[in-house]
T-cell receptor, first 113, second 111 residues
């Protein structure tokens, strides 16, 4: 089944403890992206990647890192998480959006205490 | 990307057509209209997109006015499972991979 897989689905962590949220897609998509969703603020893009080794900042990149070493994976790294990064995170991918739009993962609910 | 305006919420009776409007009066010639929906904290789901012609797929129809300043997403026979937030997004294809989500329309399908 074609899908975007995020792990973990839920995570509670403490301030300052480095964590990685993984994202993998099995559709050979070139474009991948990370979003966060907060009440009243909607979905905001964190980082995106247009191909392997090509990444760029979205609207809210502060406090996050990403890497795109291979086409299928696009992990989101929080080097020193803080409580204001408590959010619902989504990964998305697209071959290109001329035809199909973006496929989103099921989300990762992160709580930083 | 052009700004969009959608009603905050709408109700629809189950089995009836749901017509969700979107205004995008500042749309430019190379910008497409996309629709996504999000069902209660699940990942957003792509529905349909178009440039200037009306489009239809297995999920919905998209009607774009001739001047392209507004559009309507039509769910022909709404079911309870169509209850979701619907987002209208206007953007250029492959525009640096940016999808900007506004507030959307919360559609409530009622029995």
């Amino acid at each position: 089944e074609a899908q975007v897989t995020q792990n973990p689905r839920y995570l509670i962590t403490v301030t300052g403890k480095k964590l990685t949220v993984t994202c993998s897609q099995n559709m050979n998509h070139e474009y991948m992206s990370w979003y966060r969703q907060d009440p009243g603020l909607g979905l905001r893009q964190i980082y995106y990647s247009m191909n392997v080794e090509v990444t760029d900042k979205g609207d809210v990149p502060e406090g996050y890192k990403v890497s795109r070493k291979e086409k299928r994976n696009f992990p989101l790294i929080l080097e020193s998480p803080s409580p204001n990064q408590t959010s619902l995170y989504f990964c998305a991918s697209s071959f290109n959006d001329r035809v199909y739009g973006y496929t989103f993962g099921s989300g990762t609910r992160l709580t930083v205490v | 990307d052009a700004k969009t305006t959608q009603p905050t919420s709408m109700d629809c009776a189950e089995g009836r057509a749901a017509n969700l409007p979107c205004n995008h009066s500042t749309i430019s010639g190379n910008e497409y209209v996309y629709w996504y929906r999000q069902i209660h904290s699940q990942g957003p789901q792509y529905i349909i997109h178009g440039l200037k012609n009306n489009e239809t797929n297995e999920m919905a129809s998209l009607i774009i006015t001739e001047d392209r300043k507004s559009s309507t997403l039509i769910l022909p026979h709404a079911t309870l499972r169509d209850t979701a937030v619907y987002y209208c997004i206007v953007r250029v294809h492959n525009a640096g991979n940016m999808l900007t989500f506004g507030g959307g329309t919360r559609l409530m399908v009622k029995p």
